[in-house]
């Protein structure tokens, strides 16, 4: 009985292993953040939310909270800009620098 219980968990870990979705870095997402904030309507932007959104679940599931709030407020500055495009093409980013410090 112990050596099939060692053997599903395996199965199950393994099997979680190869369906992982790939996490986005935190300079992929600065970079991808900064060419959002240029050109607001682009499918950077629709993509980078998603991603912004796996990174967020990764950080709270580590308790890191500072990073998480700095990661929400970076979403939301990127849903304005491509929501409200009536912004000039040169909106710069609050929330970059506490990206970079918190994260």
Do not use: W
Not at 6 to 30: D, G, H, R, W, Y
Not at 74 to 88: G, H, K, R, V
Request: aromatic letters at 10%.
């Amino acid at each position: 009985m112990k050596c099939l219980t060692i053997l599903f968990l395996k199965f199950l870990l393994i099997s979680n292993f190869v369906m992982a979705e790939t996490i986005p870095t935190k300079s992929k997402i600065l970079k991808q953040s900064s060419a959002c904030f240029k050109d607001s309507q682009t499918q950077i932007c629709k993509d980078l939310v998603s991603e912004i959104e796996k990174l967020h679940l990764v950080v709270f599931d580590q308790n890191r909270f500072k990073c998480q709030s700095s990661l929400l407020g970076l979403q939301t500055e990127i849903i304005e800009a491509y929501f409200f495009n009536n912004f000039s093409n040169e909106r710069v980013s609050l929330m970059i620098p506490y990206v970079i410090k918190n994260c």
